[in-house]
């Protein structure tokens, strides 16, 4: 349970910042990246082209994610630069796909994806001017979040590993069952050969 408390801190840690990758897209095919997410976590992104490696071609990109039960969550085509937010309806992986679609593909091109989960979608300045709160009690309430966020991640982990126990213990006694399935049938065909060769040897009046 420890491992499971460390490993939840450690993933809203990370929430609490932007996750910024650099994807390179493939002068053809498809380049892709997944996260795993829990149900009802806010999701935003932004995505553009970097043009520095292509000064003289403006190549355009085509943008699908998906979400673990593969429905479409975001489509975009001819695009150089776009964003795409959802509210995450179930747990899972979340995929993003990326494309080349115009006819400028060059030798690929870099894309950079900006990921925020969670607490980190938050805008903290507008929420501060709203609310009309700063310093310590900003920074207080920026915890409380992080704490509610920690306490979702431990309640995920524990549903996912008594799924995983669940799935364990199906497996075994599928193990189990087919063990014993096989023992009895080399059983009865033991029993079939020995009964065959006394057949045999009688019939050859050799016993």
Not at 25 to 39: A, D, F, L, W, Y
Not at 58 to 72: F, L, Q
Not at 80 to 89: C, D, L, N, P
Not at 157 to 176: D, F, G, Q, W, Y
Request: proline share 2%.
């Amino acid at each position: 349970m420890a491992v499971a408390q460390a490993f939840a801190v450690a993933l809203v840690v990370a929430s609490l910042h932007a996750e910024a990758v650099w994807l390179d897209v493939p002068q053809s095919g498809t380049k892709c990246m997944s996260k795993e997410i829990q149900s009802n976590v806010v999701v935003l992104a932004d995505y553009s082209i970097m043009f520095e490696s292509h000064p003289y071609s403006h190549p355009t990109i085509a943008v699908k994610v998906t979400s673990p039960y593969e429905n479409t969550l975001h489509h975009s085509e001819n695009a150089t630069v776009g964003q795409f937010a959802f509210t995450t309806a179930e747990a899972g992986n979340y995929l993003a796909c990326f494309w080349i679609d115009s006819a400028e593909k060059g030798s690929g091109v870099s894309v950079n994806l900006d990921w925020k989960i969670g607490i980190a979608t938050k805008d903290w300045d507008a929420i501060a001017k709203k609310e009309k709160i700063e310093g310590v009690e900003l920074e207080l309430w920026k915890l409380e979040v992080a704490v509610q966020a920690i306490h979702q991640n431990l309640i995920y982990l524990k549903e996912r590993e008594a799924e995983m126990r669940t799935v364990s213990e199906a497996t075994n006694a599928r193990v189990v069952w087919f063990s014993t399935l096989a023992l009895w049938v080399c059983i009865a065909v033991s029993v079939l050969q020995v009964w065959h060769l006394q057949g045999f040897f009688r019939k050859k009046k050799l016993i």
